[in-house]
């Protein structure tokens, strides 16, 4: 049995991973409410206090703010200790394959019992923390295996995106405008991409099919991050801080990941 290549570290461990993680999490929010509890929630939205709504978003982007520090974190260290990328490049394939494959499957062990328990504190914060490690340390794989310009460009690329994005989304949402049509689009074409990503496993396009993934990838999960973030200045209750942040957080690391397949090229 053959070692994976680097081209596999750079889309397969962490791309497939999080983009079925984003899958998993977006078959768990709740589904969409009758008209009549719709028009409900909406004329809850209307009149609830504005201080509330905007201390639950202070909530969930300092979660986030963790999240992403973590991830950092984790990336950092696996660069600076050069034993990491030498044993996936060159180490054993017994010894590298279990833990390719434990780093692959196990942000999606975690996402389950953190759905079950998302609004169950403190376990779904405790959760939440487990997940996080897990992408991040598929991320890891990823940049410590790249080369340091590619990681910085993808970097800059995907902050600039979502900042972009999320200033976008506040301005439309106070202009009033509704991005909840977009779920049943975005959710297909998510669903699509992980077609596309086993049909890579089997039948491999090199890095055509590697630069063909990372554009359909920027263009849906920057509709992801409109989407998810309307949702968190409109929908979401007060208690559903775990599902907005991992979200989010979600949007960004496939964001992130589709960045690096580009900028790999």
């Given at each position: 049995m053959s070692k994976p290549q680097d081209a596999d570290l750079e889309a397969g461990v962490p791309a497939g991973a999080a983009a079925t993680a984003a899958a998993e999490a977006e078959k768990a929010k709740a589904p969409a409410p009758a008209p009549a509890a719709a028009a409900e929630a909406k004329?809850?939205?209307?009149?609830?206090?504005?201080?509330?709504?905007w201390a639950f978003v202070r909530k969930v982007y300092a979660i986030l703010s963790l999240q992403f520090a973590v991830t950092a974190a984790v990336s950092v260290a696996a660069c600076l200790v050069r034993a990491?990328?030498?044993?996936?490049?060159?180490?054993?394939?017994?010894?590298?394959?279990?833990?390719?494959?434990?780093?692959?499957?196990?942000?999606?062990?975690?996402?389950?019992?953190?759905?079950k328990y998302r609004e169950k504190h403190p376990r779904n914060l405790?959760?939440?923390?487990?997940?996080?490690l897990c992408c991040s340390l598929s991320i890891a794989v990823t940049t410590s295996s790249s080369v340091g310009r590619v990681v910085l460009q993808s970097a800059i690329l995907t902050a600039a995106a979502v900042l972009g994005l999320t200033l976008f989304t506040f301005w439309a949402v106070k202009k009033g405008y509704d991005f909840t049509f977009m779920f049943p689009f975005l959710f297909t074409c998510l669903n699509v991409l992980l077609v596309?990503?086993?049909?890579?496993?089997?039948?491999?396009l090199g890095r055509v099919g590697i630069t063909i993934y990372g554009f359909l990838a920027t263009i849906v999960f920057s509709g992801f991050i409109i989407f998810d973030t309307h949702m968190l200045l409109k929908r979401h209750t007060y208690n559903e801080y775990v599902v907005a942040a991992i979200s989010l957080y979600l949007d960004v690391i496939n964001l992130f990941m589709a960045q690096m397949s580009l900028s790999f090229q």
């Open positions: 004329k809850v939205a209307e009149e609830e206090d504005p201080r509330l709504r990491v990328p030498r044993f996936f490049t060159s180490g054993p394939p017994a010894a590298v394959w279990p833990v390719f494959i434990v780093i692959l499957v196990s942000p999606l062990v975690v996402m389950f019992p953190m759905m405790v959760l939440l923390g487990v997940f996080t596309y990503l086993i049909i890579q496993v089997f039948f491999p």
